[in-house]
């Protein structure tokens, strides 16, 4: 028996052509979710449109500090393996359960495969950085995205036969998907037929956990609605700070509730630009070519700036309406070819795992 956890929205959609392949070929595989993210709108509309199965253990973690979230997973991962005696664990991403779960599994001598790893920021304040570092160094298969990952994981001696650059399975998701992002309604349930818009999203700390910080964001988002309609699907964490702020957004902003997969997605491929600070939306839509624009001072992934449609400009409003501007002056761009995006990353993590 192998285990493989999810964890978050982004987990959801990394992992979800892993799982299929391990089902196509009938690999005793126990899926468990570890509750991080619970919302119907976070999590069980993922479970839907990827067509995930039902977890076969869901531990309900749900939220905490990062020491009470890390510690809660540890815990009752390892009870888990303790009694399962799992030959291989298989974590994606970098978020707090993906450490928990990697550290329960090495202490107990368990075999760990990462996938999307050898990212780096070089930012040791983001928590998904020492996520990221901490778990690639007790991994034992380090599955990467893009050529930058070899070289991070190389710099921290990581031995280079335990790595493979095998491409991005979130790219899998999407490929696989294609068709019903296409013909989602989402443009013309949020009237959004014949306008231009942009897309944003925003839940990273270092943005909506500072009043100021997040004040200056709401006050860009007010400006830009000037040029052209903001979308603006709300993270849980987002929406409790501006609560907790007591920051009001105008009425211009058209504001919703976190989207499905196939809805957003529809969004993103009919907008003009997408601003944001997560770390997949770079990928997908260097993948679709639609221009992002990433209020962070930094990118784990470069390959989408250096190939792709990604411009990293931080936080800096000037700075930002700048790029904004230039953005919709340009023509529209194309989608970026790049290595091993091509659908088939599920297929070849398979390959290296079982043949
Ligand atoms: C987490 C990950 C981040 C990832 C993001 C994707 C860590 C450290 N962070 O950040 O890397 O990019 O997920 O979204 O693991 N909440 C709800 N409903 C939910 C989920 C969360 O209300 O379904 C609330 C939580 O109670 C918490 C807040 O949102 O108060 C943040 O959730 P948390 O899991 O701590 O981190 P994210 O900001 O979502």
């Given amino acids: 028996m192998i285990i493989s956890v999810v964890a978050t929205r982004p987990n959801f959609i990394k992992m979800a052509p892993v799982i ?77 359960s993906t450490l928990s779960c990697a550290l329960a599994a090495v202490k107990l001598n368990i075999p760990i495969a990462h996938i999307e790893s050898g990212l780096r920021s070089f930012d040791p304040k983001m928590p998904e950085e020492v996520n990221r570092i901490l778990t690639d160094q007790i991994s034992d298969l380090l599955f990467v995205t893009e050529k930058s990952a070899i070289k991070n994981l190389e710099n921290e001696n990581v031995p280079s036969d335990k790595i493979y650059f095998v491409g991005n399975c979130m790219i899998d998701s999407l490929i696989k998907n294609k068709l019903k992002i296409i013909e989602n309604l989402a443009v013309k349930k949020y009237n959004l037929e014949q306008k231009d818009f942009c897309m944003v999203t925003l839940h990273r700390p270092s943005n909506v956990d500072n009043r100021n910080n997040l004040l200056k964001l709401v006050e860009l988002l007010h400006q ?53 600070d997560s770390g997949g939306i770079q990928e997908e839509t260097t993948y679709l070519g639609i221009q992002c624009i990433t209020l962070r001072k930094n990118t784990e992934r470069p ?33 970026a070819k790049i290595k091993y995006w091509d659908g088939e990353t599920s297929n070849r993590i398979f390959q290296i795992l079982f043949d």
């Fill in 224 to 276: 830009i609605s000037k040029i052209c309609e903001v979308v603006f699907p709300i993270h849980p964490r987002t929406k409790k700070m501006l609560s907790r702020f007591q920051i009001n957004l105008s009425k211009d902003i058209k504001l919703l509730d976190p989207l499905s997969y196939f809805e957003f997605l529809k969004l993103v491929s009919n907008s003009k630009f997408v601003l944001t």
């Fill in 20 to 96: 299929e392949q391990l089902k196509i070929n009938k690999i005793n595989n126990f899926f468990v979710h570890t509750g991080q993210h619970y919302d119907d709108n976070m999590s069980d509309y993922f479970f839907e449109d990827l067509m995930l199965p039902t977890p076969d253990h869901f531990m309900n973690i749900k939220s905490g500090s990062h020491a009470e979230q890390t510690a809660e997973v540890i815990v009752k991962f390892e009870k888990l393996c303790l009694k399962l005696k799992p030959k291989l664990i298989i974590v994606a991403g970098d978020v707090n």
């Fill in 303 to 335: 390959i989408t700036v250096q190939e792709g449609t990604n411009k990293v400009v931080g936080t800096d409003k000037e700075n930002i309406i700048i790029e904004i501007n230039n953005v919709l002056g340009s023509k529209i761009s194309k989608e």
